[in-house]
């Protein structure tokens, strides 16, 4: 089943950086870029569990911030480092609200 979750205005993101969210259990950190795009990943780094939602934001490149590990968020796969991490799909809707989609 397709579940969408309302994670209320992009504005609670600051832009250029992450929040982290609770949703059905799942730890999801949610980043608003620069460019005013918006991602969603797992919260966690699957190097050494450093916060996600902590980490630098370039673009669509997100940097863990415990030891520099460095993700694509559009895909999840790591520039640098050996894990991918997990995204979800993630969109505004016509209010401005961040809208996540678990299936």
Same mark, same amino acid.
């Given at each position: 089943m397709i579940v969408r979750h309302n994670l209320g205005s992009a504005f609670g993101i600051p832009i250029? =950086?992450?929040?982290?969210? $609770? +949703?059905?259990?799942?730890r999801?950190? +949610?980043?608003?870029?620069?460019?005013? !795009?918006?991602?969603?990943t797992q919260?966690?780094?699957p190097h050494k =569990?450093?916060?996600?939602?902590?980490?630098?934001l370039g673009g !669509?490149?997100?940097v863990c911030p415990f030891?520099?590990?460095?993700?694509?968020?559009?895909?999840?796969?790591?520039i640098q480092g050996d894990c991918d991490i997990k995204t979800f799909p993630v969109e505004l $809707? $016509?209010?401005?609200n961040v809208i996540l989609t678990l299936a």
């Open positions: 250029g =950086e992450g929040r982290e969210f $609770d +949703v059905e259990g799942i999801i950190a +949610v980043f608003r870029s620069r460019n005013g !795009s918006i991602y969603a919260a966690l780094c =569990e450093g916060s996600l939602a902590d980490g630098l !669509s490149t997100l030891h520099a590990w460095r993700f694509e968020l559009k895909t999840g796969q790591a $809707d $016509d209010n401005g």
